[in-house]
């Protein structure tokens, strides 16, 4: 009997309860282990990989930020060049490197039909420098760089006019738009509430030719100033609201998920905004 | 016999220097190339294009979508085992600088053409050394070419330094005056080529490989970070060793006769009197006009620095000191002090006179009587002239 490798161990350092890594279980529990990942700079590569360690036990590399989805196509030329047809690339990010820094890259990947699977772990904020705002970040959360203001401490009739009382004041940047508007074959949304449904997907995806798209909604302990025993049950909450419905999209068609009700969603939309602390004053 | 000498009637072609650049690429055999197209480098990519369009090569093109794309397609690339190309200029370098210190942090053997130019604003698409000076730092072996017959054969140099000593190397070549410039050039060919360089194999567990998982481009906490940094410096000063060496390996089997390897080797070249009153010293094509401004003059010598990073202080430091006055002539500044070439000569500048000029920025052109001018007057230039 050989020892099998786990593809991701116990060990790591992320925050407990942490919402990506619950995600990243899942995943890896899709993966195959003929399975190339490119990691880009963000609170996985830092809590898996503290040298000489390693959670990793798939081949694992981390470049930079902004350009995992540049690295895979490099990996796809070169697996495309020695014939090695039955390994996967898979990018894994967070939401600054897909939402923001990363973009003009990925569209790059998608343009190409490079046959990666590209996923993304929304935390909706810059989790790993501490919660400042991105792309993904929900209009009216509070973040370190779209801070809700303090009225009490304007000092003027003036500046008390610009106290911010929204947090953050743009709309989240809709990715999966974007990724549709590539003609990406498989693109597919879900949450950290949802193991199977995550796992699914990621199986899914690796089925079909050409770039994939998986959005994974993770919540994130501090940034949402949330309880360590929340994220999966915020996952849910998130989906049965309408905040993040489940999706999944083949050849541009809906064939999963899409939108609650509204009538059942409105139960769910204050227990999920109540509960995180992002939100409140 | 019949053989060697249908080869040898091959001999030189007039080729342009970029053409000769892609065929010399063609002939060392990369798994994969990728680019992005900017002026003066364009020639070079647009032929590696139509070779693989043609079928006269197999690699795999991936066209990126900007340089700072390209340098990572090929850190992928090379990662994941392959021997990889890709080329650049000026802007292009800058916008791939994030990417071209992490290849060098990563220890992948990489190898860049960049195609010099003036760096912008104001925005300017000639000839100068800006560009490389701004990644002198960057852990990348730098050579520097007088002409294209040099720049290719450092092209292969380069693929047997970069794969043996696991340090990515670039090769400077100055935009329009080099790549588009016409001349004989004699392409080694590819039998040559395998004689010398062998077939690029990645060593097992040094690459991305699902039977032998790895992890690459690990989180380095103080602990580690310093120990890697001074393990790269190490063997990058090992490498004016490995390049010296395969240098002549290199002119050995490219039939090149050297007469005197103490003046002319990889590291640098030395031509004018044994006794010299004056030494110029610069890199690149300009070295060609210097040349030519002091035909049979018998008080000024030349030194050609082919080498630039790793700075081979120790090995030029026989030639310099012959001299008493030391002239550094560059086409790269550093602002609010000397010029980048002149600092890493001031070790020398013990007895010596050295002075420091800046010349050729943005393409301006450096005449002949330019040269004569500053050797004869030397005496009355400052620390640093612009000339």
Same mark, same amino acid.
């Given at each position: 009997?050989?020892?099998?490798?786990?593809?991701?161990?116990?060990?790591?350092?992320?925050?407990?309860?942490?919402?990506?890594?619950?995600?990243?279980?899942?995943?890896?529990?899709?993966?195959?282990?003929?399975?190339?990942?490119?990691?880009?700079?963000?609170?996985?590569?830092?809590?898996?990989?503290?040298?000489?360690?390693?959670?990793?036990?798939?081949?694992?590399?981390?470049?930079?930020?902004?350009?995992?989805?540049?690295?895979?196509?490099?990996?796809?030329?070169?697996?495309?060049?020695?014939?090695?047809?039955?390994?996967?690339?898979?990018?894994?990010?967070?939401?600054?490197?897909?939402?923001?820094?990363?973009?003009?890259?990925?569209?790059?990947?998608?343009?190409?039909?490079?046959?990666?699977?590209?996923?993304?772990?929304?935390?909706?904020?810059?989790?790993?420098?501490?919660?400042?705002?991105?792309?993904?970040?929900?209009?009216?959360?509070?973040?370190?760089?779209?801070?809700?203001?303090?009225?009490?401490?304007?000092?003027?009739?003036?500046?008390?006019?610009?106290?911010?009382?929204?947090?953050?004041?743009?709309?989240?940047?809709?990715?999966?738009?974007?990724?549709?508007?590539?003609?990406?074959?498989?693109?597919?949304?879900?949450?950290?509430?949802?193991?199977?449904?995550?796992?699914?997907?990621?199986?899914?995806?690796?089925?079909?030719?050409?770039?994939?798209?998986?959005?994974?909604?993770?919540?994130?302990?501090?940034?949402?100033?949330?309880?360590?025993?929340?994220?999966?049950?915020?996952?849910?909450?998130?989906?049965?609201?309408?905040?993040?419905?489940?999706?999944?999209?083949?050849?541009?068609?809906?064939?999963?998920?899409?939108?609650?009700?509204?009538?059942?969603?409105?139960?769910?939309?204050?227990?999920?905004?109540?509960?995180?602390?992002?939100?409140?004053? | 016999?019949?053989?060697?000498?249908?080869?040898?009637?091959?001999?030189?072609?007039?080729?342009?220097?970029?053409?000769?650049?892609?065929?010399?690429?063609?002939?060392?055999?990369?798994?994969?190339?990728?680019?992005?197209?900017?002026?003066?480098?364009?020639?070079?990519?647009?032929?590696?294009?139509?070779?693989?369009?043609?079928?006269?090569?197999?690699?795999?093109?991936?066209?990126?979508?900007?340089?700072?794309?390209?340098?990572?397609?090929?850190?992928?690339?090379?990662?994941?085992?392959?021997?990889?190309?890709?080329?650049?200029?000026?802007?292009?370098?800058?916008?791939?600088?994030?990417?071209?210190?992490?290849?060098?942090?990563?220890?992948?053997?990489?190898?860049?053409?960049?195609?010099?130019?003036?760096?912008?604003?104001?925005?300017?698409?000639?000839?100068?050394?800006?560009?490389?000076?701004?990644?002198?730092?960057?852990?990348?072996?730098?050579?520097?070419?007088?002409?294209?017959?040099?720049?290719?054969?450092?092209?292969?140099?380069?693929?047997?330094?970069?794969?043996?000593?696991?340090?990515?190397?670039?090769?400077?070549?100055?935009?329009?005056?080099?790549?588009?410039?016409?001349?004989?050039?004699?392409?080694?060919?590819?039998?040559?080529?395998?004689?010398?360089?062998?077939?690029?194999?990645?060593?097992?567990?040094?690459?991305?490989?699902?039977?032998?998982?790895?992890?690459?481009?690990?989180?380095?906490?103080?602990?580690?970070?310093?120990?890697?940094?001074?393990?790269?410096?190490?063997?990058?000063?090992?490498?004016?060793?490995?390049?010296?060496?395969?240098?002549?390996?290199?002119?050995?089997?490219?039939?090149?006769?050297? !007469?005197? $390897?103490?003046? #002319?080797?990889?590291?640098?070249?030395?031509?004018?009197?044994? +006794?010299? *009153?004056? %030494? &110029?010293?610069?890199?690149?094509?300009?070295?060609?006009?210097?040349?030519?401004?002091?035909?049979?003059?018998?008080?000024?010598?030349?030194?050609?620095?082919?080498?630039?990073?790793?700075?081979?202080?120790?090995?030029?430091?026989?030639?310099?000191?012959?001299?008493?006055?030391?002239?550094?002539?560059?086409?790269?500044?550093?602002?609010?002090?000397?010029?980048?070439?002149?600092?890493?000569?001031?070790?020398?500048?013990? !007895?010596? $006179?050295?002075? #420091?000029?800046?010349?050729?920025?943005?393409?301006?052109?450096? +005449?002949? *009587?330019? %040269? &004569?001018?500053?050797?004869?007057?030397?005496?009355?230039?400052?620390?640093?002239?612009?000339?």
């Amino acid at each position: 009997m050989t020892k099998e490798i786990k593809k991701i161990s116990s060990g790591h350092n992320a925050c407990a309860g942490c919402g990506q890594l619950s995600a990243v279980q899942s995943v890896m529990r899709a993966l195959d282990k003929n399975t190339i990942i490119a990691n880009a700079t963000g609170c996985l590569e830092v809590t898996t990989t503290a040298y000489p360690q390693s959670a990793w036990g798939l081949p694992w590399i981390h470049s930079l930020f902004e350009n995992p989805a540049a690295v895979a196509t490099g990996i796809s030329a070169a697996l495309k060049k020695r014939g090695e047809k039955k390994t996967k690339v898979v990018v894994m990010a967070g939401d600054g490197g897909t939402f923001d820094i990363g973009m003009g890259i990925i569209s790059g990947m998608w343009e190409r039909k490079e046959d990666i699977l590209y996923i993304c772990y929304d935390t909706e904020s810059y989790s790993n420098t501490g919660f400042q705002a991105s792309g993904a970040t929900p209009y009216g959360a509070s973040t370190s760089t779209s801070p809700k203001g303090d009225k009490n401490k304007c000092q003027k009739i003036k500046t008390c006019d610009s106290v911010n009382e929204i947090g953050n004041e743009y709309q989240k940047k809709d990715m999966i738009k974007i990724a549709l508007a590539h003609d990406v074959p498989y693109v597919a949304q879900s949450t950290a509430g949802y193991p199977n449904d995550i796992f699914n997907k990621v199986k899914k995806a690796l089925t079909m030719k050409g770039p994939g798209y998986i959005q994974i909604l993770s919540p994130c302990i501090p940034g949402w100033k949330i309880k360590t025993n929340e994220t999966v049950e915020l996952g849910k909450l998130a989906n049965l609201s309408n905040f993040y419905p489940l999706l999944e999209y083949v050849n541009g068609q809906l064939i999963s998920g899409g939108l609650n009700s509204e009538k059942d969603a409105k139960k769910f939309k204050q227990e999920y905004l109540g509960k995180q602390g992002r939100f409140k004053d | 016999m019949a053989n060697k000498k249908s080869q040898e009637s091959q001999g030189s072609q007039i080729l342009e220097g970029s053409h000769a650049i892609a065929l010399t690429i063609k002939n060392i055999n990369p798994d994969v190339v990728s680019a992005y197209p900017i002026t003066p480098q364009t020639h070079i990519v647009e032929d590696l294009a139509k070779i693989k369009a043609n079928g006269e090569a197999d690699y795999e093109y991936v066209r990126a979508e900007s340089e700072f794309a390209a340098a990572s397609i090929v850190l992928g690339a090379s990662a994941a085992g392959s021997r990889v190309y890709s080329a650049t200029s000026s802007q292009g370098l800058l916008l791939m600088t994030e990417v071209i210190y992490n290849i060098s942090g990563l220890r992948l053997p990489i190898v860049m053409t960049l195609a010099n130019r003036a760096i912008s604003a104001p925005i300017n698409i000639w000839n100068d050394q800006q560009d490389a000076m701004a990644i002198k730092d960057a852990g990348w072996i730098m050579f520097f070419a007088e002409n294209n017959q040099e720049a290719i054969e450092q092209h292969v140099l380069a693929y047997k330094i970069a794969e043996k000593m696991m340090i990515p190397v670039f090769v400077n070549v100055d935009g329009f005056i080099l790549t588009h410039c016409y001349e004989p050039i004699k392409i080694p060919q590819k039998k040559e080529i395998d004689k010398f360089l062998p077939k690029y194999k990645a060593k097992k567990g040094e690459f991305l490989d699902p039977t032998n998982p790895v992890t690459i481009g690990a989180f380095m906490t103080p602990a580690h970070y310093q120990q890697s940094r001074e393990d790269l410096h190490i063997d990058f000063t090992k490498s004016i060793k490995e390049i010296d060496k395969e240098y002549f390996l290199l002119q050995n089997i490219l039939n090149n006769k050297i !007469k005197n $390897k103490k003046t #002319n080797n990889g590291l640098f070249e030395y031509s004018g009197p044994v +006794k010299p *009153k004056t %030494i &110029i010293v610069a890199m690149g094509s300009v070295i060609g006009t210097i040349k030519s401004a002091l035909k049979n003059n018998k008080q000024v010598g030349i030194l050609k620095i082919k080498t630039y990073r790793p700075f081979p202080h120790q090995e030029i430091y026989d030639i310099m000191k012959e001299a008493k006055n030391i002239i550094v002539l560059e086409k790269a500044l550093s602002f609010g002090t000397l010029g980048p070439l002149y600092s890493d000569l001031s070790i020398f500048n013990k !007895k010596q $006179k050295i002075k #420091n000029f800046i010349a050729g920025l943005g393409g301006k052109d450096i +005449k002949e *009587k330019d %040269i &004569i001018k500053i050797t004869q007057k030397f005496d009355n230039y400052d620390k640093l002239s612009f000339i």
